[in-house]
C-alpha cells in the first residue's frame, strides 16, 4: 500500500500561480503513475493531470493544458502540480492519486487510481 500526502493549497488571486505536492510513502514509487484529481462543490470529481511512472509521458484535461504542469521526482517519491494562469472555475480540492503498473491504465479516469490523498483546497479570486 502506498500513503499520499498532498499540500500547497491556497487562497490566490485570479492569473496567480501555486505548486501543488505530494509526497508518497510506503511502496516503490517509480511502480506507480501518478496524477491529480479535483473536485469543486456540487460538481463531480475530473481528472486534471497524469504522469507515468518514468516521467517521460503526460496527460491534461483539456481545461488546463498550457496552463498546468505536472512533473516527479522519483528520487524524491514526490509529484507536482505546477499551476499558472489560474482562474476561478480552477476552485476545488486537488487529490494526488497513484495507480500501480501491474493494472492497465487510461491517465485521466478516476477508476485507475487505487490511492488517494486527502485533499488539498484551491480558491482562486476573481
Known amino acids: 500500500q502506498v500513503q499520499l500526502v498532498d499540500s500547497g493549497g491556497d487562497l490566490v488571486q485570479a492569473g496567480g500561480s501555486l505548486r501543488l505536492s505530494c509526497v508518497a510513502s510506503?511502496?516503490?514509487?517509480?511502480?506507480?503513475?501518478m496524477g491529480w484529481f479535483r473536485q469543486a462543490p456540487g460538481k463531480e470529481r475530473e481528472a486534471v493531470a497524469a504522469?507515468?511512472?518514468?516521467?517521460?509521458?503526460?496527460y491534461y484535461a483539456d481545461s488546463v493544458k498550457g496552463r498546468f504542469t505536472i512533473s516527479r521526482d522519483n528520487a524524491k517519491s514526490m509529484v507536482y502540480l505546477q499551476m499558472n494562469s489560474l482562474k476561478p472555475e480552477d476552485t476545488a480540492v486537488y487529490y494526488c492519486?497513484?495507480?500501480?503498473?501491474?493494472?492497465?491504465?487510461?491517465?485521466?479516469?478516476?477508476?485507475?487510481?487505487?490511492?488517494w490523498g486527502q485533499g488539498t483546497q484551491v480558491t482562486v479570486s476573481s
Open positions: 510506503g511502496r516503490t514509487f517509480s511502480n506507480y503513475a
Open positions: 492519486v497513484a495507480h500501480h503498473f501491474s493494472r492497465p491504465i487510461t491517465y485521466l479516469s478516476a477508476d485507475d487510481y487505487d490511492y
Open positions: 504522469i507515468s511512472r518514468s516521467g517521460i509521458r503526460t
